[in-house]
């Protein structure tokens, strides 16, 4: 089982793939792009992708990504991020000057990193982050990651769960280019566009209203390719096994331009 996922060893999307999956073989790579080139021509049976945090909201990355591949979301898993500041061994909270981490991390601890007069550098990866602060040995350097990558790159932990919320979790897709839906699916995601004419989306989401049909999120995304055009995301409960979704989605498509169905799948708990 070869699964595609952006980042290192040690990194959240790493800790995903390992929750979802019993056994598997990681093919890492750095931009959230190579995890979708991997999984459309095959090198990867499956890809782990990153899509919406508690804290900071959707990945929106990612959501293009869906609209734009051809790929189809099978699962889904939810993963606790307790952010930490590594440093090298040695190392006081005094020492540091500069952190190192993905963006989506920084945003998360925007309040811990206010404090402090600290240059911030965005990285591709936040234990790739950790493994350049190890490799460097400079006092003056962190790392924003998980507190499990301090063992893994030999780091010294400075400060812990310094992320804005406690309960601060990322949820993340399972893609693959093949295969059936899940028996045991209860959610299903896709992207819609509608007419450009007074009540085009409250027609729309009335197919779902009608049958009772639970929303749980509804974004709107910009069409990268046609300015000032856009397309809406939508998740809601239901699968794709039973026939007023499949009822529902055939009645939205005639009241939209285009649909694309991106999967159905089975929701998880909170972590």
């Known amino acids: 089982m070869r699964v595609a996922i952006q980042g290192e060893k040690g990194s959240y999307s790493d800790s995903a793939a390992a929750k979802f999956f019993r056994d598997y ?27 919406e945090n508690s804290s900071t909201g959707s990945i929106r990355k990612t959501l293009d990504l869906l609209l734009e591949r051809d790929v189809r979301v099978v699962g889904e898993v939810k993963v606790r991020v307790r952010h930490a500041l590594l440093g090298v061994r040695g190392a006081k909270l005094d020492d540091v000057r500069v952190v190192y981490s993905h963006p989506e991390a920084i945003s998360q601890c925007e309040g811990f990193l206010k404090s402090r007069g600290w240059v911030v550098i965005p990285s591709f990866d936040t234990a790739g982050a950790a493994r350049e ?42 893609i693959t280019a093949e295969g059936e839906w899940p028996r045991d699916a209860d959610t299903t995601s896709a992207f819609f566009a509608t007419r450009h004419v007074p009540g085009a989306l409250w ?15 509804l974004e709107s995304r910009p069409i990268r390719r046609e300015p000032w055009n856009y397309s809406f995301f939508i998740e809601f409960e239901g699968s794709l096994w ?24 089975k929701r ?3 972590f």
């Open 133 to 174: 602060v190890a490799e460097r040995g400079d006092r003056g350097m962190a790392a924003i990651a998980g507190e499990m990558v301090a063992e893994l790159y030999d780091l010294e932990v400075l400060a812990r769960d310094i992320q804005d919320l406690p309960h601060n979790t990322t949820r993340f897709f399972v």
């Open 203 to 217: 027609r729309a989401l009335g197919v779902f209203a009608r049958r009772n049909i639970n929303l749980l999120w």
């Open 25 to 51: 073989e990681p093919l890492f790579k750095r931009f959230l792009e190579e995890v979708f080139d991997s999984v459309e021509s095959g090198e990867a049976d499956y890809g782990v992708v990153p899509v």
């Open 268 to 270: 998880t708990s909170a």
């Open 242 to 265: 039973e026939d007023y979704v499949k009822e529902a989605l055939e009645e939205l498509e005639g009241e939209s331009i285009w649909v694309k169905v991106l999967g159905t799948y």
